[in-house]
C-alpha cells in the first residue's frame, strides 16, 4: 500500500504520469522535497495551485510547463477535479 496521495504509472525511463484524485485529503498535499531536478507538464487541471518555499501560489494550467530544482520545498494545493500530470525526472 502506498502513503503517497497520487497514482504513478511510468511510461518511458524517466517520464511518469501522476493522477491525483480531486478528493485527496488537503493534509496529504505536503511541502516535500524531490531528489532529481524535474519538469512538471500539466495534463488535466481544474483551480489545482503549485507552491514553492516562500512564494505565492500559481494556478496550473493544462499545457503549462515548468520545473523543479531537486531538494527544494514545494507543495499542491487541491482543486475542484483530478489533476493529471506529466513528470520528467533527471
Not at 62 to 77: A, D, Q, T, V
Amino acid at each position: 500500500m502506498s502513503d503517497l496521495p497520487f497514482k504513478e504509472k511510468k511510461i518511458a525511463e524517466n517520464i511518469f504520469l501522476r493522477y491525483f484524485d480531486h478528493n485527496v485529503l488537503s493534509e496529504e498535499l505536503v511541502w516535500h522535497q524531490d531528489q532529481e531536478d524535474r519538469v512538471i507538464e500539466v495534463i488535466q487541471s481544474n483551480d489545482w495551485y503549485f507552491q514553492r518555499d516562500e512564494e505565492v501560489p500559481f494556478k496550473l494550467v493544462e499545457g503549462m510547463k515548468f520545473s523543479i530544482k531537486k531538494m527544494h520545498y514545494h507543495r499542491l494545493l487541491r482543486g475542484k477535479n483530478d489533476l493529471i500530470i506529466k513528470v520528467i525526472k533527471y
